[in-house]
């Protein structure tokens, strides 16, 4: 079996023509690797297919025949995303009966979720996601750090990325960079600016205005002690309303729980809301409509520090968090599915927006990116920012190459990208032009190119 390192890419299935799947094949394509689609449906298959000018056959992704037709014999890697987490993983335990394809399954149930290890090991999967999980830490993360709009984290959990929105009257006001370096603190970086719809990868004599969206990255305690002396509060809220029982809405609450914030979930499912009884003991679960504002009024929408609308209707979701926001003045976040209506949505007060087919799909695009590299450095994590326009990319050094041993200032970088931080024993360094890149690091890049597949991309 060819282990794909060609210019071409590597050759990947994909079992699935949802949104997951479909997103797949968009970002996967254009990254130059060559797709064959597998989806029963002949019409959805088709469309996806003609768009993406990718192979698709129509069939049962767990059949030997249908596997054997898509070509999985001298294929790279298999990745599953039907509705059915059984399907992904009977897809991906025939996959790896041929040759040494790699496969990745989409499972979401929470009983599977527990035994994720058990199940990697024993069907020899490289990986299996869960998007409501993923997509529930990112919501958490956010309500711990309530000001911020988005909370990524990075060097497992060491460093993070906030992205913020300077107000009205802010101390950052006609700020430039280098003055905040000296006069607030050089713990941080702002790595990228969005003004006007425009991102820019900022230089130290950049100036900040109100209205900027800028993301800051450093270790927990200095972007906590950045957000306070520019006057954000970091207190994580204390009570969160969610909008809907399902799967999404489980993560989410027992990992909030966890933390000591008191949760209410509103469901109109009877049975579900038993379900959530028995599974979520801490939790109010309220069994009612949770559109009907008089409803939300009668449970307390004017009271909680957080409002999270997860129905399955993006629509519903939009319209909650915009009458959470007039009504209550709350922290909102808003789960959005589709992606067709990105300029609309940012153009409303819509606070925090979680996307988790995106969250998915970098997971699975870091991972083939890596696959596809030399082994000098590997990606650990790949966040797409500003959609899309921005990579955050989060790569381990393995060994000596023409980026380690030399003062940063001495590599010629390309322009549009920023080393964001170093992580070396624990410690976060955000780098000076003296600091140096060494094996065993972790560092981040803030990148305006697409496809770098390991650091060595950084050089001109």
Known sequence: MHLGKTSAGLKIIIVGAGKVGTSLVEQLSQEGHDITLIDKNPVKLRETAEIYDVMGIVGNGASYTTLSEAGISSADLIIAVTPSDELNLLCCTVATQFNNCASIARVRTPDYSKDVGYLREKLGLAMIINPELEAAKEMARILYLPTALEVSSFAHGQAEMIKIKIPEGNILNDMTVATLGSNITNDILICAVERDGEVTIPGGTFVLKNGDIISVVGNRTSTATFLKKIGFKTKSVKSTMIIGGGRSSYYLANQLIKNGIEVKIIESNKTRCEQLNELLPKALIINGDGTNTDLLKEEGIDKVESFVALTGMDEQNVMLTLHA?????????????????????????????????????????????????????????????????????EFRVNEESKVTGKPLRELPLK??????????????????????????????????????????????
């Open 325 to 393: 926001s007039q009504t209550a003045g709350t922290k909102v976040i808003t789960k959005i599915n589709r992606m067709g209506f990105n300029d609309v949505i940012s153009n409303m007060d819509l606070g925090s927006v979680i996307y988790p087919k995106y969250i998915t799909s970098e997971t699975i695009v870091a991972y083939v990116r890596a696959r596809n590299a030399s082994k000098s450095s590997e990606i650990e994590t790949l966040y797409h920012m500003f959609k899309s326009r921005v990579e955050a990319i």
């Open 415 to 460: 322009q549009g990208l920023l080393l964001s931080f170093i992580s070396r024993g624990g410690k976060i360094i955000i780098p000076s032009g003296s600091d140096e890149i060494k094996v065993g690091d972790t560092v981040m890049v803030v990148t305006t190119h697409t496809g770098f597949k390991e650091l060595k991309d950084i050089l001109k």
